[in-house]
């Protein structure tokens, strides 16, 4: 089940909301919503269901070993065994046939790939599962000794299949006690429109123009056969800019639709994107984009005392490794993520006192040719097309400047390319600051709000109705 | 605020009632899709099978969205707010006229194909 979808919003989200908010306890409260996660992730899973849950069950009495035996070698080897457990499922269900395909390329041997089907979201759980485990053993959460609990941290519908990463810590003491309030409730509602919106009109509505600019031409239009060397200077730019702007579109519309819903039930989650296209250097970037992932990695593996200070270098390496890794199953996520992790050890090399120096816009500029650059490598899976995309940047294969078809092609959602440009960038967060001085203007800013995330509700459920496939492209992760 | 957070949620219900009120007791459309020239999905058949494949639980999304009352009006609509996404860009072909191109349309009096293999603008 997708969250940009009719049934999940009038009939799945809305019948939850109508049993949740029917019952009086947090125990009948937390019953309802695992029930409602398990039958969301069953509708999607219907056998991977079951992993989930022994998953669940598996690091539930990890963590009852760990409490027992702690500060014994025994509280280690169940770290171990449960951390073997959780990477090892991931491992064989992800990246099996990575592995395999390379071990032919290298020794020249032909062993079957295997065609194992990767669970939705199993990168994101796994990830959820050893946050609870790894606190755990550092003492920095308590034990959850009730399974029920434990297994609705892991199952929350909201983040289980496409996140944000929330982390036991975040939520432990909502789980055993929480409150909706009114704000909660209508923050909550007004973020999940926002959030619908993001995808069904920008991410949607982008993804059309990047398959026309990076896709291959053919069928219909009036340009046919195009291979991507034969587009143009501007239809792979574009098309990679475009992309990136659907990324975002896609993935942080799906997790303000997950922090809104998770609102309503009285969660807090923490952001997961805060405007990553106004970075002014990489590094900024990267704490601005999937934010959750990359908190992740910098506070369960950059700081493992296994790689020390004298080992900064090599952690670095291993964290933007892992960073692009977690991403796919391929060399050019590999490329992207060391591709970001130089660019943030020459910041560090360059200096954070040199970097301040060089003027904003400057910076803002390199940083977005940098994230522009590195989104064609997360784009382009094959790494022919993606040696015949950097040509292209430089018309080394004869490339035209532009052709019509582009032309049209660009004008044929520029004003949608535009508002995507320019509300990616933190304009009505400085609105609601300006707004909090005049009282009055409050009014009839929240006026607006409420008009606005009526009128969006009803463009996203006439869009929707095309029922096109539009699945969020972290789904694949 | 608190009365705003309150005007928000009873709005925001109201409508999506409306909307479910709309949906559920409206006749469901059915039959063969004009504007998509297919036939529109039925609710699948139940079986051990399709369930476990997950085709049941995703026939039953499409069932959905496929069925909603008055879905060819609806399709029209989402049409016309598509196309307030930009704008039709209007070349000129070799006789100098006027050609506006869409790109999910052949276009008269330009080459649909490219025999030599040039990658310049055919309307150039």
Redesign the interface.
Known sequence: MVFSDLFFVFVFLTACFISYFSVKSVKAKNAVLIVFSLLFYAWGEPIYVGLLIVSTLVNYFSGLLIEKFRDTKKAKATITVALIFNIGLLLVFKYTGFFVENINALLGSSISVPDIRLPIGISFFTFQIMSYIIDCYWGKVEVQRSYPRLLLYISLFPQLVAGPIVRYSTIEEEINDRKSTAQDISEGLTRFIVGLAKKVIFANGLYDVVDQLLGTYGGDVNYLGATLAQKSFVATFMGVVCFALYVYYDFSGYSDMAIGIGRIFGFHFDENFKHPFASKNIAEFWQRWHISLGSFFRDYLLYVPLFGKRRKYFSLFLVWFCTGFWHGASWNFIIWGLYFGSFILIEQLIGKKRMKKIPIGLTNVYALLVIIIGFGIFYFENLKDLGTFFKNLVFANGNAFINTVDKATIYGSIYLIIAAAVLSMPILPLIKKKLALHPKAQCVAAYLTTASSVALLVICTLLLAENASNPFLYFRF | ??K??????I??AA??AI??GC?AFFPRSSGISKTETRHLATFPEFSFES??E?EY??G???W???T?PE?EL??D??SN??E??????I?KNEKGEDVE???????EG?D???PD?N??????
């Open positions: 605020m608190s705003f957070y309150k005007i928000n949620i709005t925001i409508v999506t909307i479910i949906m369930y476990f997950g639980t995703e039953i999304s499409k959905f969205s496929d909603i879905r609806i399709l609509i989402a707010i598509r307030l996404y930009g704008t039709d860009y070349a191109i869409n790109t999910d349309n052949v276009q330009i649909d194909e490219r293999g990658v310049s603008d055919p309307l150039a």
